[in-house]
């Protein structure tokens, strides 16, 4: 049982590039999340996935567009990279949203990216 | 959803409890305090939830005061691997929002 899978780890890109972020989950979960996390800071959400094909807007979308595959995938893609996203990104899952509570969030490792 | 305030950094001394403060005043009702913990830029790993009562799990526990205006999260016997930064959290339950909101949480050093 791996849980969330990113790939790639790490990656270096050229200001322009373009670039997918991968992630997978193998706990059957409903929604699906991707976070930023710039140096000394919290995590922010750029985009999530409530359920298969549903995708919605986080805190800080701008630069960023992401596909729900399916139940298990849900990418991330760069259009055009600048430096300003430069981060860590992290992908997550969790059981679908409902107004009760006690679903908590599972995170992957991690993704290293510099654009430069 | 409500915001929360935490100090930036505590010490403990290894072995000892460390006692992770965080304030939410405008708490609303129905949500409930999680904490997770990141450990040197680790994804972050759920610790433990609750909404009234105190509760407590096989990493730590959450004493929730009756108001609700606040909690502390436990770690009853810190050890070196405890040192992470802790982050709580007032998580929103609206339909479709199952996010959670970050700060910058608590900074722990466990001192040997």
Redesign the interface.
């Given at each position: 049982n791996a849980g969330?899978t990113q790939t790639p780890k790490f990656q270096v890109l050229k200001t322009g590039q373009s670039m997918t972020l991968q992630c997978a989950q193998d706990m059957n979960h409903n929604?699906m999340?991707w976070?930023r996390?710039d140096p000394?800071?919290?995590?922010?959400?750029i985009y999530?996935s409530?359920s298969e094909g549903?995708t919605?807007k986080?805190?800080v979308p701008n630069g960023y567009n992401v596909s729900r595959l399916n139940k298990r995938e849900f990418s991330l893609r760069l259009e055009s990279a600048a430096p300003s996203q430069t981060s860590?990104y992290?992908c997550?899952s969790?059981e679908?949203?409902?107004?009760?509570?006690?679903?908590?969030?599972?995170?992957?490792?991690?993704s290293w990216l510099t654009v430069v | 959803d409500a915001k929360t305030t935490q100090p930036p950094s505590m010490d403990c001394a290894e072995g000892r409890a460390a006692n992770l403060p965080c304030n939410h005043s405008t708490i609303s009702g129905?949500e409930?305090v999680?904490w997770y913990r990141q450990i040197h830029?680790?994804?972050?790993?759920?610790i433990i939830?609750g909404?009234k009562n105190n509760e407590t799990n096989e990493m730590a526990s959450l004493i929730i005061t009756e108001d609700r205006k606040s909690s502390t999260l436990i770690l009853p016997h810190a050890t070196l691997r405890d040192t992470a930064v802790y982050?709580c959290i007032v998580?929103g339950?609206?339909?479709?929002?199952?996010?959670?909101?970050?700060?910058?949480?608590t900074r722990l050093t466990v001192i040997p």
């Open positions: 969330v929604s999340y976070y996390q000394g800071m919290g995590l922010r959400l999530y409530a549903t919605d986080g805190e860590v992290f997550a969790s679908a949203p409902t107004a009760s509570s006690g679903n908590t969030i599972y995170f992957g490792e991690g | 129905n409930y999680y830029s680790q994804g972050p790993q759920y939830h909404l982050y998580r339950h609206q339909t479709g929002a199952n996010n959670l909101f970050f700060g910058t949480g």
